[in-house]
């Protein structure tokens, strides 16, 4: 059985410490530099519905579409509805969406945990202008083949870009939805 361990000595013991600081310094800085940059936030206003319908039918089939990608859904007294999720167990997300015949829109209305700034806030500097443009590019070239697309009009805030994936998955249900066949 070999022997016990021998303490350190003082003297041995503070550059032992300061690397075990500096270490912790440097994973907590990788982390925080590893987060995501903000992206403009996009609404999606008066997307065509498609084939011929009637508000009730276009209403019935976007509820379908949100439900079908665990979105809750309520009705608003002046006929909009609004659906909000919980995403990754921790995004939450909320959007108004209105409708017509022939059209719907989706606007944000709140989220949580997605970082959420206006314009007259965001910093692009303390961004980094390079990574902010590369990440405005990557972000449209990703969606630039979805339908719902040409109908993104730009907002007044910047988020992250979680928010634009869980809207562009909703949407994508709704526009099934919209296309099925009426049951």
Same mark, same amino acid.
């Given at each position: 059985m070999?022997p016990?361990?021998?303490p350190?000595?003082?003297?041995?013991m503070?550059?032992l410490?300061? =690397?075990?600081? $500096?270490?912790? @310094?440097l994973a907590?800085a990788?982390q %925080?530099? &590893?987060?995501r940059? =903000?992206v403009p $936030?996009y609404d @999606?206003k008066?997307?065509p519905?498609g %084939?011929p &319908?009637?508000?009730?039918?276009?209403?019935?089939?976007?509820?379908?579409?949100?439900l079908n990608q665990?979105?809750?859904?309520v009705q608003?007294?002046?006929?909009?509805l609004l659906?909000?999720?919980l995403?990754s167990?921790?995004?939450y997300?909320k959007?108004?969406?209105?409708?017509?015949?022939t059209?719907?829109s989706l606007v944000?209305l709140?989220?949580?945990?997605?970082k959420?700034?206006?314009a007259?806030?965001?910093?692009?500097k303390?961004?980094q202008?390079k990574?902010?443009?590369y990440?405005?590019?990557?972000?449209?070239?990703?969606y630039?083949y979805?339908?719902?697309?040409?109908?993104?009009?730009k907002s007044d805030?910047y988020?992250?870009?979680y928010?634009e994936?869980?809207?562009r998955e909703l949407?994508?249900?709704?526009?099934?939805?919209l296309?099925?066949?009426?049951v």
């Amino acid at each position: 059985m070999p022997p016990p361990p021998l303490p350190l000595p003082p003297s041995t013991m503070m550059p032992l410490v300061r =690397l075990c600081c $500096l270490v912790l @310094f440097l994973a907590f800085a990788g982390q %925080a530099s &590893a987060q995501r940059v =903000l992206v403009p $936030l996009y609404d @999606f206003k008066d997307i065509p519905v498609g %084939a011929p &319908a009637t508000a009730a039918r276009v209403k019935a089939a976007l509820v379908r579409g949100a439900l079908n990608q665990s979105w809750e859904v309520v009705q608003e007294a002046d006929g909009s509805l609004l659906a909000s999720a919980l995403k990754s167990d921790k995004h939450y997300i909320k959007v108004r969406i209105t409708y017509d015949a022939t059209k719907y829109s989706l606007v944000y209305l709140d989220s949580r945990e997605l970082k959420v700034v206006t314009a007259a806030g965001f910093d692009p500097k303390g961004m980094q202008e390079k990574r902010l443009a590369y990440a405005e590019k990557e972000n449209l070239e990703n969606y630039k083949y979805e339908p719902s697309t040409p109908f993104a009009v730009k907002s007044d805030f910047y988020i992250h870009p979680y928010y634009e994936g869980y809207v562009r998955e909703l949407l994508a249900s709704l526009r099934r939805h919209l296309m099925a066949p009426e049951v």
